[in-house]
């Protein structure tokens, strides 16, 4: 192929997945959803303007190196110990479920034994793109379903690199028999020799690399030692009969250890943001329009698959290992759906010759439908544990320690100050409440949060604060005040309504994390809503201006003007 006919193609795919993007925002949609769509626009199996599929893979091979490079870069070994109980043990559990229920069906659909255990592995893949970014909208990063479901996200994203080593082992195992277990275990024994000289080598050299590239005191010089150290190690991995996406991915595991790890992902990401995009537009470019139509119930039947069992399998572990169930069910239904790196697997049979093309093609259909529903499948889960928590049977069961560890304190009667939700606010108030000797009691479901405020003396009841049963223990009628400061946005105007309800008469005091909550929960009937960006701005409007030499009483009416706009007019 000609120079100028790469760089069309590759001006194509990007102009595309430019379009695809902007698209997908203006809708509200994940970005990955415009880049597949932006593939099959530009794709051989569409009209109109056609790129080439082997020149754009051809070039994003180099993002998926980038793609796994950056999840060793953000892999962080303390995060993971926070939550390494539920993540090690709860993401082996769902992982290992949903690849026998993949199994399963793999054999219902007669692909099988190989073909259905492959299709588990890509099923057990969620997205840690769209649902971090799903979190961050929501204003519940830093929740305890947002940690629990990051740990397993992370445990899953692991898994991927034992996947891509022992699957095409796996597959000729299944087609010559016992005699190739010599072969799984030599790619085993590769990949363990791989991981420890890479880790033994990379923890003296790389971070001095690093140090000295550093001192240069140079942004272009850094960025091209990175990519070389994670191309490098790409090619190292292939040369052992592994992977580029395992050698990539140790590479970015050594660097997350050293100082520079924010420093390289910083640089390392917009590069990679652009050649991830490419690969994904090469594999919208691998799905057929027609493909859905001809395939309908195979897809219909994995995409249940994905909905309706991965989050049962998700949710269950978490919940027997002593989450709360409404934490369960948020995690459960944030993984109910695959993603970048069921395309990453899904193309790596299809090259390798693992699965045939059908296969693949019902993966990454079965992915693309199920991204399109991840935003309204994880937020019914609100209403749905809602609905579950007014049956008693079923409330008794999500509030299981209710009962047991729930029970209101003696002294807790002498509360004059309800706390909802003790997290990054809530811990605050409960500061401020305790210093000024005013006995309070909080309902929360963290147990972490719950043993750090027992250890102080405050009683806190157990629970999910829009179950009335939790609620009802929590109100005594020395009650004087609630503050609601849920880190969930769209709980905060149920349990609004809820206090309303058990006692018209309280003063409600609730924290919103973006504007347009804050009707909502006006309208359940908070007596003050307090946004928390807001707030922050207007302190440092207040400290930038003195700093200016405005005058105070000028400051103050300003700020006084824009609250009223801000809290009575949005």
Not at 127 to 149: C, D, F, K, P
Not at 314 to 322: E, N
Not at 470 to 494: C, F, H, N, Y
Request: charged residues 15%; hydrophobic residues 55%.
């Amino acid at each position: 192929m000609h120079d100028h006919e790469l760089l069309t193609n590759l001006a194509i795919a990007l102009l595309a997945a430019a379009v695809g993007g902007f698209v997908a925002r203006l809708l509200r949609l994940p970005l990955l959803v415009g880049y597949l769509l932006a593939g099959v626009a530009v794709g051989p199996h569409t009209p109109g303007i056609t790129a080439s599929a082997d020149a754009v893979h051809a070039v994003a091979k180099l993002g998926v190196a980038l793609l796994m490079f950056a999840v060793g870069v953000q892999f962080h070994l303390e995060e993971m110990l926070a939550v390494r109980r539920i993540a090690l043990l709860g993401g082996a559990v769902q992982i290992g479920g949903t690849v026998l229920l993949g199994w399963g069906a793999g054999l219902a659909l007669g692909w099988g034994h190989y073909g259905g255990i492959f299709l588990g592995c890509a099923l057990a893949l969620s997205s840690t793109a769209v649902m971090m970014r799903i979190l961050e909208e929501r204003g519940e990063l830093g929740t305890s379903h947002a940690s629990a479901m990051l740990g397993i996200l992370v445990v899953q994203d692991l898994s991927l690199v034992l996947m891509v080593t022992l699957l095409p082992s796996l597959a000729t195992v299944a087609a010559e028999g016992p005699r190739a277990l010599t072969d799984l275990g030599l790619s085993l024994l590769r990949a363990t020799a791989l991981v420890t000289v890479t880790l033994l080598l990379a923890r003296r050299w790389i971070p001095a690399l690093l140090e000295r590239a550093a001192r240069v005191n140079s942004q272009e010089l850094f960025l091209i030692l990175v990519v070389c150290v994670c191309l490098g190690a790409a090619y190292l991995a292939q040369v052992a009969g592994l992977s580029l996406e395992i050698g990539a991915f140790l590479a970015g595991l050594v660097i997350s250890e050293s100082d520079y790890a924010h420093e390289v992902f910083s640089q390392i990401r917009p590069v990679r943001d652009i050649f991830a995009s490419l690969f994904f537009v090469s594999v919208g470019m691998l799905l057929e329009p027609a493909f859905f139509a001809q395939h309908l119930g195979t897809i219909g039947i994995v995409v249940a698959v994905i909905l309706l069992g991965k989050p049962i399998l998700a949710a269950l572990p978490v919940f027997l290992l002593g989450s709360h169930g409404r934490t369960a069910m948020l995690v459960g239904l944030g993984l109910g759906q695959i993603g970048e790196f069921s395309f990453v697997l899904a193309s790596v049979g299809s090259e390798q010759g693992l699965i045939p093309e059908v296969e693949a093609g019902v993966i990454l259909a079965a992915a693309l439908v199920t991204i399109l529903l991840t935003p309204a499948v994880y937020g019914s889960a609100s209403p749905v544990y809602g609905a579950l928590n007014t049956v008693p049977a079923f409330s008794r069961i999500l509030n299981r320690h209710v009962g047991k560890e729930g029970l209101t304190p003696a002294h807790a009667q002498e509360a004059r100050v309800l706390i909802v939700g003790c997290g990054r606010v809530g811990k605050h108030v409960s500061q401020a409440l305790s210093t000024r000797g005013i006995p309070h009691i909080v309902v929360e479901y963290n147990a972490e949060v719950i043993a750090r405020l027992r250890s102080v003396g405050i009683p806190v009841i157990y629970g999910d604060a829009s179950s009335e049963v939790v609620l009802s223990k929590a109100l005594s009628a020395r009650i004087e005040m609630a503050v609601v400061a849920l880190p969930e946005a769209g709980m905060t105007p149920i349990v609004v309504r809820l206090l309303k309800q058990l006692n018209p008469g309280l003063p409600v005091i609730a924290r919103v994390h973006h504007g347009a909550y804050i009707p909502r929960v006006r309208a359940a009937g908070a007596d003050e809503v307090i946004h928390a960006e807001f707030e922050a701005s207007t302190a440092i409007i207040r400290h930038g201006l003195a700093r200016l030499g405005c005058p105070e009483e000028e400051t103050e009416q300003y700020l006084e003007e824009i609250r009223r706009v801000r809290y009575r007019m949005e």
